[in-house]
């Protein structure tokens, strides 16, 4: 058959299919270059640390954050989830990556946090809401343009009116390809991850209350805390 598009998740899965499979760090069938991403633990990657965003823990600090329900995207092995819970949300974490989530399996066994974390694809895996927090140090930036559209869908399936996202991506001008969305497509690859500058993830989220959006505070290798300045922080709120 030539004509199969008949709803948005065929034009989705289409879009999908115009990425090399090599580019593909969002669906399923991504889970095992993050696995072997994640198998050494030893590596020097800057979020393997065991503490969580410097920005998430100032929004908490400063009771910007009150415990309640939240889901953590791509969770990778499970640093701010194990954070969240012991703060005493209850705590959901969704990555494509068994080696991640068990990873997080165990850190969060360490400290004595219960979080229940889910293997699979968070637009398709993620479990009900309502959530009070979303929460992703990653994930957006590394969606193509396109899955834009199903990560607003998916906030608008499970945060709670009133609730919060929280999220770090790469900054322009520090990480990231700049290049204008349409260019990707024609590449074929996402080069790394996208970058955004505020003015964008003000736009993306234009239906959000912005409480905060500031660049990252850079954090020693050995500090109890994450942070990278090549990262954007923002934090908004659901009407």
Known sequence: MNRTIRTIDDVMELLDRMFAAGADRWTEQASGWWDEFYADRSRQVPFFTGGPDESLA????RGLLVPGRALDLGCGPGRNAVYLALLGFEVDAVDLSPTAVEWGRERAREAGAEVRFVCG???TSAPAGP????????CLHHLPPHRRVSYLALLERVLAPGGHLGLTCFAAGRMGSEQPDEDFYRDGRLHGGLAYTPQELRR????YTEVELRPMTEQPRDAPLFGQAFLLSALFRRP
């Open 58 to 61: 100032s929004y908490a600090d």
């Open 121 to 123: 694809d968070a637009f």
């Open 131 to 138: 959530y009070d927090l979303v929460y992703d140090s990653g």
């Open 204 to 207: 993306i989220f234009s239906g």
